[in-house]
């Protein structure tokens, strides 16, 4: 149980475009999610909380209007990566927050940009 | 702020062998949580032991157990009997709850050796 789905799992983009991951709790529901990012040989930074119904919370430093979220249902969350740009190009990982012992983490998605 | 620091950037092991992983972490907060993640080469992230601080016992998981110091802040991983399959990244993580956003620590890149 308590399992995490992501999609894409890879993600190849132009410069400019916009692209959208999702992250799904497949047998429970999460009012919340976090969504991390990780640069290859590095560890996972905390991007943005987000709320099932409400706007996501942004850690310090991570523009909102470029990396948009949006909770709609209890069990989808999504991550927009508005006019995206190479040095956006990172792994992105989110996690649910679930009773069944500890943060609940999706395999990620490795995005490119070209 | 809370931080979370690994220092050891990577560690080898001899299968069979045990090796301990440190982590260290700062806080002003009583009660809170700390974890042991595993990412392996997949960069699934797999939770490998949970500690809650307000417990003094030391939790264990199979073949992995924790040194937990409160007082010197300090929580070290013990793996023992490593196997091939223990090759991995392990970071380590601080919470002020048991199922939400995670700080996490530098990580150790764990080489485990016929």
């Known amino acids: 149980g308590a399992v995490v789905s992501q999609h894409p799992s890879r993600v190849i983009c132009k410069s400019g475009t916009s692209v959208k991951i999702e992250c799904r709790s497949l047998d429970f529901q999460a009012t919340t999610m976090f969504w991390y990012r990780q640069f290859p040989k590095q560890s996972l930074m905390l991007m943005a909380t987000s709320n099932e119904g409400s706007k996501a919370t942004y850690e310090q430093g991570v523009e909102k209007d470029k990396f948009l979220i949006n909770h709609a249902s209890l069990t989808l969350s999504t991550l927009t990566v508005t006019s995206a740009h190479p040095e956006d190009s990172s792994f992105y990982i989110c996690?649910?927050?679930?009773?069944?012992?500890?943060?609940?983490f999706g395999p990620g998605t490795r995005l490119t940009v070209l | 702020a809370q931080t979370v620091t690994q220092s050891q950037p990577e560690m080898s092991v001899q299968e069979a062998e045990t090796v301990t992983l440190s982590c260290t972490y700062d806080t002003s907060e009583n009660n809170y949580y700390l974890f042991w993640y595993k990412q392996p080469p997949s960069r699934q992230m797999i939770l490998v032991i949970r500690q809650e601080a307000y417990k003094q016992q030391n939790a264990t998981e199979n073949r992995f157990s924790v040194n937990f110091q409160k007082a010197a802040k300090s929580f070290s991983l013990k793996i023992s009997d490593s196997q091939l399959g223990d090759t991995a990244m392990y970071f380590c993580?601080?919470?002020?709850?048991?199922?939400?956003?995670?700080?996490f620590g530098a990580g150790t890149q764990v080489v485990v050796t016929p």
């Open positions: 993580a601080y919470s002020t709850d048991s199922w939400g956003k995670l700080q």
């Open positions: 996690s649910a927050r679930s009773i069944a012992g500890g943060p609940q």
